[in-house]
Each structure stands twice: as structure tokens, then as C-alpha cells.
């Protein structure tokens, strides 16, 4: 018998692979001359293609956003909250794409991927990614896909910049932009919190310089660290309170170095699960393309002058209780499209899960992405 899912679940879902053979030129000065895509779709394109939802991921993320691959898979995508029939992402109306980027590792072409010109894999020497990059690879899957304009452009963090890069690269392109937990570039600070992650890489003797495919090693540790440390910003002191506080693991000290607190256990099982799953070659280039990313540079770092170049509408949501991209970054955003003459609905969310607030089902946070995407599938029709 097979396996039902609740009626709101998108249900099984395969993932889909795109081929690009024309040569992609990057931020950085080179260009890959070939690359594939690995995507899933949900939903139904309509027969003018107007009703396309693009959901941009962030660090972490992938392509699998919503549904299960198999009937024995225990958790769905990672947004999948969000994501299908009747929810806020409703697909009944919208048809919804999402992917794994260029330079990642689940399946579109990145570090672990063979280099066309050496025969072996990338490594070290795959390209370093900008934001920009991502967005151009995007648009030519919309290409392939026969979308001209997409109905929104999502995305949470760096999803979020991936969105507003979309805004000013592609204008014509996209009719309502949606960021979410976002900023229009790091703070000194969170770059800080970056390079200090990568180090914990880096300085891994498993790294072999980013070659460590070709020792038949791997960095674990140092990426498990460095996830440790990047999973302490995701998180608010009052979320950790509430889940740990001073709770011990044991129900007693023991007076060494080993697990006490619930929250050294915690943080030990995400960092190891993350360093079973996640490329350290790809952490160390998804963390340098949120470092680089700063969209005003090009404008004389004047926020407004280079939003003054979207023709979309905006909507924008920060959290209460998140410190890695405050409220107030969301809101340079908002006074900057205000400034250029931009339509721009914001709204600061009050959520104790701190940055990863964004993927969760929060009741006012869900109701603002619903009631305004129902308006954006009124207004086109579908």
C-alpha cells in the first residue's frame, strides 16, 4: 500500500537536472564552461507561464524545499511548512521552483563535481561564487523553462540577497520580490563570525588545502565546528534558554571536558550531522558569497540609487529576536526603496527563534506571506 501524506503536502517530488553548455562568465573574472542545475518543481505552470514562484535558499539549503523523495523519508523539505497546497506558497496557484545553486553539493555542479578539463574533482579550484552568479544561473534556467517573469522571487538570508539581486539584475523580470531575514550586505561582525568558521576549516588537518578528495580524507571536525559556531547565531539567547537553560546532560557535573550541558550536546550532534552531509569546499565559497555581497557598491554605495533600478514590488519581513541580520538591516532596505519610489509592504515580526525564525510556522509570519501572495496570484489572475 502506498503511503499517504496530509492534504496540504505536496507529496513525492523527483529532482530534475538541467545542462548548460554555454560558458558562464562570474563575478570573480573567470567563467565555467559548462554546468548542471539540479532543481524540483511543484505545482502546475499555467498556460501563459505568468504563475512561477522562484525559492532561493540559503547557506545550507538545496533543491529538496518541499515534499519527500521516498515513502520512507521521516522529514520533508526545508520549507515545506511553507510550501504547498493552501499554504502560504500555494501551490493550487503557483507553479514553484527551487534549486540547489551553482557550487553546492547536492547535485548542481560544485566542488565535488568533475572538472571538464582535469578529469578529477574541482575542489579548491572550482570558481568563487558571487551572488550575482547565482542569479544569472537562475535566470537561464527560467530560460529553459519558458518563464519570462516570475510571478516572486523568495528567499530567507541569503536566499533573501539572492531575491534582491534578482530585483536589480533582472527587473523586467520579476514582478514581486519577497526578503525575508535579510540584509542589503554583512556587517563587519558577521563577517567576523564567517572567517572565523572557515578557519575552523581550513586549519582541520583533513584539509589538505581543499584537496582532501585526494587524500581520501575529509575536514569533518573543522566543519563541524564551524557549524557549531554559525548554529549559536541562528539562534536567540531566549530560544536557547527556553529549549536548554542550564540543564545538565547527566543530571550532574562531572568536572572534566567532556558533554555536561544539554546545550554542548546539542551543538556537538548539529555539527556532526552537518559534517556527514555538507561539503567543506562549498561552506568555505557559500560564506565568502554573503561576505562579498553588496549590491549598492556598484552605485557609489548608495542603497536607493541602485534600487531605483526594480520595477517589482517589495515585501519584506525581519524578526524580533534575530541578531545575526537585525531588524534594522531589513529596514536600511525599506528606507531605501521608500527613497527610490518603490512600492514596499515591511513588517518586524515578534518571534523568540531568533535568525531561524524564517523557517518556521509562525502564525503573523505566515499570515503576511499568505494575504500577500494571495494579492499576487489575484492580481495575476490565477
Given at each position: ?5 496530509p ?15 554555454e ?17 524540483e ?6 498556460k ?7 525559492i ?8 529538496h524545499?518541499?515534499g519527500f ?13 511553507a ?5 502560504p506558497i500555494?501551490?493550487r ?25 582535469t ?5 579548491p579550484?572550482?570558481?568563487?561564487m558571487?551572488?550575482?552568479?547565482w542569479?544569472k ?8 523553462l ?14 533573501g ?6 530585483s ?8 514581486h520580490?519577497?526578503?525575508?531575514a ?24 583533513d584539509?589538505?588545502?581543499g584537496r582532501y578528495?585526494?587524500?581520501?580524507t ?11 559556531l ?10 536557547m534558554r527556553?529549549?536548554f537553560?542550564?540543564?545538565l546532560k547527566?543530571g ?16 556537538r550532534?548539529?555539527?556532526?550531522s ?7 569546499n ?10 562579498y555581497?553588496?549590491?549598492?557598491a ?6 536607493a ?24 538591516r531589513s ?8 527613497k ?20 518556521f ?13 494571495d ?7 490565477f
Open positions: 500500500m502506498s503511503k499517504s501524506y492534504s496540504d503536502s505536496v507529496g513525492l517530488v523527483s529532482p530534475q537536472r538541467a545542462h548548460f553548455s560558458p558562464l562568465p562570474l563575478r570573480c573574472g573567470r567563467e565555467i564552461s559548462e554546468y548542471e542545475l539540479v532543481f518543481t511543484y505545482g502546475e505552470l499555467n501563459d507561464r505568468s504563475n512561477a514562484v522562484l532561493c535558499h540559503a547557506l545550507s539549503g538545496n533543491h524545499a518541499a523523495h521516498s515513502p520512507e523519508d521521516t522529514k520533508p523539505g526545508w520549507w515545506d511548512s510550501i504547498g497546497p493552501g499554504k500555494d501551490t496557484r503557483f507553479f514553484v521552483i527551487a534549486l540547489n545553486n551553482l557550487g553546492g553539493c547536492d547535485g548542481s555542479t560544485g566542488p565535488q563535481s568533475i572538472n571538464p578539463e578529469g578529477t574533482p574541482y575542489g579550484d572550482f570558481p568563487v558571487a551572488v550575482r552568479d542569479v544561473s537562475q535566470a537561464r534556467l527560467a530560460d529553459r519558458g518563464i519570462r517573469q516570475f510571478a516572486a522571487v523568495v528567499g530567507g538570508s541569503l536566499g540577497m539572492q531575491a534582491l539581486r534578482w536589480i539584475d533582472y527587473p523586467d523580470r520579476i514582478r520580490c519577497i526578503i525575508i535579510a540584509a542589503p550586505k554583512l556587517s563587519a561582525q558577521n563577517i567576523a563570525f564567517n572567517e572565523v568558521a572557515r578557519q575552523a576549516i581550513v586549519r582541520d588537518p584539509f589538505h588545502e578528495l585526494d587524500h581520501n575529509y575536514p569533518a571536525q573543522g566543519l563541524a565546528l564551524a557549524r557549531m554559525g548554529h549559536i547565531t541562528y539562534l536567540s539567547d531566549d530560544s527556553e529549549k537553560g542550564r540543564d547527566s550532574k557535573l562531572n568536572f572534566n571536558y567532556e558533554v555536561d550541558f544539554e546545550v554542548e550536546s546539542y551543538l550532534y548539529q555539527g556532526e552537518f559534517s556527514n552531509r555538507f561539503d567543506a562549498t561552506y568555505l565559497l557559500m560564506t565568502k558569497a554573503l561576505d555581497f553588496d549590491p549598492a556598484d552605485h557609489n554605495h548608495d542603497l540609487a541602485c534600487l531605483s533600478q526594480a520595477h517589482c514590488e517589495f515585501l519584506l519581513a525581519s524578526f524580533s529576536t534575530d541578531w545575526r541580520f537585525a531588524p534594522e529596514e536600511e532596505i525599506v528606507t531605501a526603496l521608500i527610490a519610489k518603490k512600492k514596499v509592504t515591511y513588517m518586524e515580526i515578534d518571534a523568540p527563534q531568533g535568525h531561524d525564525a524564517f523557517l510556522p509562525i502564525p503573523d509570519y505566515f499570515s503576511l506571506l499568505s494575504t500577500y501572495l494579492r499576487v496570484a489575484k492580481e495575476g489572475g
